[in-house]
Every structure is written in structure tokens, then in C-alpha cells.
């Protein structure tokens, strides 16, 4: 099944004070492993960038006034996500923006149905804990250490990671040929979790075949 992991970053919080849409990124899972398909751009909102926003994610005025605006990219951003479940952290700022967006040129929103919120995943999962992107990352020993600014393509990679762990608890891919310190590896080691699927090809498959008959005659036959 194909998945969208989405994130937009903004002008401000609220659509209701006319704040939009700065970056859309989109990166397609298909049976929850990354393909390299992905939806990106900046956009130019037609207003100014809050200061405290600027602070999120750094984009200024002056960086985006050359961008396209969201009318120019947004029949390529229906299909690039078309009907598929959309996997935001915190979907309910992401989906109001993205609808405002939509609703202004007159087009279909998003159905809440279309969206698999990760933030409510890891509130049923994690009562009581802290449950941003930062913490999860953590929990799962997921290396974030490229976020230094909210970016929407850096967002959507570490969530999909986290996305797949809140749904699957992979176990850890373990290294048996690198010896670490006891003391250290806890502290300072990060762990891949993996979905790799290796399929033979079909001339493995056939040799494969020719071996076990083979083997099977010489040794049962």
C-alpha cells in the first residue's frame, strides 16, 4: 500500500489571521519502505513571514519572493498525493493550511479519512510522554541531528521513520562486527530500523529450482 508522509511549514500558526503555505514536502512509502518518489517546493505565500515562523524554519521574505505561488503548483500536488493516506505529525495544522490553500482556488479539500495522524499513534501509544517529532526521534534512537531548523523534506524523512516504528515496533538491526564501550553505546549509538525486502530474481529462482532437483534426487532418489 502506498502512503504520503507530508509537512508544510508557514507563514504563522493561524489561517484564520490569513497565514500560508512557505514549503510543501512530500515523500511517497509503498508497504511502508521509501520509494524515491517525493513532492517538493517552496512557495511564495504573498505575505510577510511572522518572526516568530522565521525562527521556526528560517525562510525570509526576501528568499520566497522569487518562489511560485501555490496556484502554479498545486494540480501537480493533487496528483502527486491523488488518493493515497496521507501520515502528517500534528495533521490538524498541516490539513487546516492545506485546505485554506485549496478552498481559495476553488478546490476539492482533503478529507480528514485521507489522513493518518502520527501524533494521535503516539498518544495512544506513549500516555503521558513528550510525543514531538524531537522525542520520538530519540525514543526510537533516531539520528535527527540534521534538523537544526524545521525543514518540510528533513521533516517528512525522520517521520516516516518514526511512522514506521509507532506502527510496526521493528527490532533493531544489530551490528555484531563493531565493538563499542558498554558505558558509551547506549548514550551515543543510533539503531536502524529496517523494512528491506530482498526478492530473488528469476534466475535465482530457476537455478535454485535445478539445485534442489539435484540435490533432492542424489540424496532421496
Known amino acids: 500500500m502506498k502512503e504520503i508522509v507530508l509537512d508544510t511549514e508557514t507563514t504563522g500558526l493561524s489561517v484564520e489571521k490569513g497565514h500560508r503555505i512557505v514549503e510543501i514536502g512530500c515523500i511517497e512509502l509503498d508497504d511502508q519502505i521509501l520509494t524515491s518518489n517525493r513532492f517538493h517546493c517552496y512557495l511564495n505565500p504573498q505575505r ?7 525562527k521556526v524554519h528560517g525562510y525570509s521574505d ?20 491523488g488518493d493515497k493516506k496521507l501520515v502528517i505529525h500534528n495533521a490538524q495544522f498541516d490539513l487546516s493550511h492545506l485546505n485554506n490553500e ?3 482556488l476553488g478546490k476539492n479539500l482533503i478529507p480528514k479519512d485521507q489522513v ?6 503516539a498518544r495512544e501509544k506513549f500516555p503521558g510522554s513528550q510525543i514531538s517529532l524531537d522525542a520520538l526521534c530519540k525514543r526510537f ?5 540534521k534538523r537544526k531548523l524545521h525543514t518540510a523534506l528533513i521533516d517528512c524523512e525522520l517521520l516516516s521513520k518514526v511512522y514506521v516504528n509507532l506502527i510496526d515496533q521493528k527490532e ?12 558509551d553505546s547506549d548514550k551515543n549509538s543510533t539503531i536502524d530500523f ?7 530474481t528469476s534466475n535465482e529462482l530457476k537455478e535454485h529450482q535445478n539445485f534442489l532437483k539435484k540435490s533432492l534426487k542424489k540424496n532421496y532418489f
Open 102 to 104: 485549496l478552498k481559495i
Open 172 to 183: 533493531p538491526k544489530l551490528n555484531f562486527l563493531e565493538k563499542k564501550d558498554d558505558t
Open 194 to 200: 529496517c523494512k528491506n525486502i530482498i526478492k530473488p
Open 48 to 54: 510577510k513571514v511572522s518572526e516568530e515562523a522565521f
Open 116 to 121: 493518518i495522524d502520527t501524533l494521535d499513534i
Open 141 to 145: 534512537r533516531i539520528d535527527n541531528s
Open 62 to 81: 526576501e528568499f520566497l519572493s522569487d518562489k511560485k505561488k501555490f496556484s502554479e503548483v498545486v494540480d501537480d500536488f493533487i496528483k502527486f498525493i
